[in-house]
């Protein structure tokens, strides 16, 4: 294949990602990949592909191939940040994060993407100073106000985080990471149908492309709305593992029988059959400890 015609699959399947068509994205970069396995633009492409398509392992091991080709290239940096992100590796996904800024020479969309990571992720606070930042670098960039309303409602700034994010949905109505943002938003004011018909437009959102990312849970609203009907059961208390009042007298009577036998065998060591007795006392009610645990896990797992 010749220089013209990769740099068309190139341009093609960049285009069809943009698009959300995911899947001819992934045929065009297995095709390039397939001629050149050392082409950092076609694993880059294929990474935000399989992202787009939830494959996330997948989208690791293309993103790492890429920054292996081009450690400092941008695109390849920032694959590896989205996948990370999405793989709950977040130390990883702000360290590449940051290198695709540098790279890129403080590029607008890798800094408003990095906002809504921040906001996402990180100290709601901290957050919104940088979106705040990011914003007035870029005015009208649905993205970066969208960060800013995001922290701003972590930080339970509603009336400014609504201002903030009608702003994101004025310079783009389908911005996915505003529209999620907004969710929130009208979920808390108990705005529930309009929450429900906004989170039906971002999910069928052909826009839905690899490089919005969200944690899922924080859409769901039902979780949000209910509290949890399977709670995860509190650790029981030191009482708890005796089980009952007779299981108490148990580990004492136990403990009493093998200080009496210590002390007959060392009359004279009156402290030693206490130290025993207490000993005993602890490591039995251990014991019946781990047997209530071991049997607290196999009721919850049948």
Request: charged content about 25%; glycine content about 4%.
């Amino acid at each position: 294949m010749d220089t013209n015609r990769a740099e068309e699959m190139t341009e093609q399947a960049a285009r069809s990602l943009a698009a959300g068509e995911p899947l001819r994205a992934l045929a065009l970069a297995d095709q390039l990949v397939s001629i050149n396995r050392d082409d950092a633009t076609a694993r880059v492409i294929r990474s935000h592909a399989l992202l787009a398509t939830n494959s996330v392992e997948e989208a690791m091991q293309e993103a790492n191939i890429a920054v292996l080709l081009d450690n400092e290239n941008e695109d390849a940096q920032m694959a590896l940040a989205l996948a990370a992100w999405r793989g709950r590796q977040i130390l990883l996904a702000q360290h590449a994060f940051e290198r695709a800024i540098q790279f890129s020479g403080q590029r607008s969309l890798f800094e408003a993407q990095y906002a809504w990571f921040q906001s996402s992720e990180l100290n709601a606070r901290s957050a919104e100073k940088l979106a705040e930042r990011t914003v007035g670098r870029s005015p009208d960039c649905a993205v970066a106000w969208a960060s800013l309303g995001l922290a701003q409602f972590r930080l339970n700034k509603g009336d400014e985080a609504a201002r903030s994010l009608r702003r994101a949905l004025e310079i783009d109505p389908y911005s996915p990471e505003a529209q999620s943002a907004m969710i929130r938003v009208l979920k808390r004011r108990g705005e529930n149908r309009q929450a429900d018909a906004l989170r039906e437009v971002l999910q069928e959102s052909p826009r839905r492309h690899a490089f919005f990312v969200e944690r899922p849970e924080e859409l769901d609203l039902e979780t949000v709305a209910m509290p949890d009907s399977n709670p995860t059961p509190a650790r029981p208390t030191i009482w708890a593992y005796a089980g009952s009042t007779k299981r108490v007298f148990q580990h004492l009577f136990l403990g009493m029988v093998i200080s009496v036998v210590v002390l007959a065998l060392f009359p004279r060591q009156p402290i030693l059959a206490l130290m025993v007795f207490s000993a005993a006392v602890v490591g039995l009610g251990i014991i019946f400890r781990q047997r209530l645990i071991s049997g607290e896990s196999k009721k919850r797992t049948s």
